[in-house]
């Protein structure tokens, strides 16, 4: 197993292609079911009679899907400790059946914590889009990275 990703291997500009990942009606009428149970979410009319145009994703459905690439296409191949919140998040597009979302993080800057000598906070800017390139969210957070070696 290579070896985890670690705050020192991080630095501004990098980018880390985060995989794709194809949102089905049903998936969109299940997730919309339990945690976002509007209208224009569970049903095609509803969603063709408002500003959505269609039966479309719940942001949050959006952001967990994304959030799922994150976890499988960088955070579990590094030291990430989690992270103290989300600094910005943007729902641009609607997300509707049958889109493949790409998802990529880049890398802002990262900063030393005299706190948590161990830890360094890594910020990242995570974007999707769908099949026809165009951006559906955005969103921008810190994440905690341990490091190889505490500074001394």
């Given at each position: 197993m290579?070896?985890?990703?670690h705050f020192e291997d991080f630095a501004p500009g990098q980018s880390y292609d985060l995989g794709s990942?194809?949102?089905?009606?049903?998936d969109?009428?299940?997730?919309?079911?339990?945690?976002d149970?509007?209208?224009?979410?569970l049903n095609e009319d509803a969603g063709r009679n408002s500003m959505l145009g269609g039966l479309a994703a719940s942001g949050w459905h959006t952001a967990s899907l994304?959030?799922?690439?994150?976890?499988?296409?960088?955070?579990?191949?590094s030291t990430g400790r989690g992270s103290p919140g989300i600094s910005k998040l943007k729902w641009q597009k609607p997300v509707s059946p049958g889109d493949i979302l790409t998802a990529?993080?880049?890398?802002?800057e990262t900063k030393d914590l005299r706190s948590k000598p161990d830890l360094?906070?890594?910020?990242v800017r995570v974007t999707?889009?769908?099949?026809?390139?165009?951006?559906?969210?955005?969103?921008?957070n810190p994440i905690l990275f341990q490091k190889r070696q505490a500074d001394q």
């Amino acid at each position: 197993m290579p070896d985890l990703l670690h705050f020192e291997d991080f630095a501004p500009g990098q980018s880390y292609d985060l995989g794709s990942v194809q949102v089905s009606k049903e998936d969109i009428i299940e997730f919309a079911s339990e945690f976002d149970p509007q209208d224009f979410h569970l049903n095609e009319d509803a969603g063709r009679n408002s500003m959505l145009g269609g039966l479309a994703a719940s942001g949050w459905h959006t952001a967990s899907l994304v959030m799922r690439l994150l976890a499988t296409g960088l955070l579990n191949k590094s030291t990430g400790r989690g992270s103290p919140g989300i600094s910005k998040l943007k729902w641009q597009k609607p997300v509707s059946p049958g889109d493949i979302l790409t998802a990529v993080a880049e890398v802002l800057e990262t900063k030393d914590l005299r706190s948590k000598p161990d830890l360094g906070l890594v910020f990242v800017r995570v974007t999707a889009t769908n099949q026809s390139g165009t951006q559906v969210i955005l969103w921008e957070n810190p994440i905690l990275f341990q490091k190889r070696q505490a500074d001394q």
